[in-house]
């Protein structure tokens, strides 16, 4: 199993960015795909981004392309979301997740595992 922690939540203003990163811990020997989700109050939890083990893929929701990248630095164990002209819309709690894989350029929007969240508050 593989524990996941994420950080670099906060406040923001409308405009501005954050970086999220997402620190796997445990069997982190094996192959896994990664991705962030949010949710925000009264809403559904919603994919945001995935990218494959290789790194060489990745998929985004549409409200974000554009505007924010998820990358990956395996020697780390880490994930990235970099979220650049963020919006009051994009409040919420922001979750990292990850899926084991045996296909290094999969992506997908299903995840095993789950972090417990870090908020993103962009003030308008």
């Known amino acids: 199993q593989v524990q996941l922690v994420e950080s670099g939540g906060g406040l923001v203003q409308a405009g501005g960015s954050l970086r999220l990163s997402c620190e796997a811990s445990?069997?982190?020997?094996?192959?896994?795909?990664v991705g962030w989700s949010r949710q925000a109050p009264g809403k559904e939890r919603e994919f945001i981004a995935a990218?494959?083990?290789?790194?060489?893929?990745?998929d985004y929701t549409d409200s974000v392309k554009g505007r924010f990248t998820i990358s990956r630095d395996n020697a780390k164990n880490t994930v990235y979301l970099q979220m650049n002209s963020l919006k009051p819309d994009d409040t919420a709690l922001y979750y990292c997740?990850?899926?084991?894989?045996?296909?290094?350029?999969?992506?997908?929007?299903?995840?095993?595992?789950w972090g417990q969240g870090t908020q993103v508050t962009v003030s308008s």
């Open positions: 997740a990850a899926n084991p894989t045996i296909v290094p350029h999969l992506t997908t929007r299903y995840f095993t595992y």
């Open positions: 445990g069997r982190t020997t094996g192959q896994y795909i």
């Open positions: 990218i494959s083990w290789s790194g060489s893929r990745t």
